[in-house]
């Protein structure tokens, strides 16, 4: 879990990080603080699926598709 989480954290510490260098300047480290939480979706939903690569229903193997 935390190899799944490092990368949106750190981009959400660089967003506080600007947030403080900035001097409170909201438009940059909104768009860093929404795109972590954007990552940390991606890698919590999507990246624990990326090494099933076989088909996602049963495949009949006495199916004949219908031919004109």
Known sequence: MIRYLALPTLI???GVIYLWASHGEPAGSALLLIFAAAMAVFMWVLLPTSNN????APV???FEPKRR
């Open 12 to 14: 959400a510490i660089v």
């Open 60 to 62: 009949d193997p006495d």
């Open 53 to 56: 690569v076989g088909p996602t």
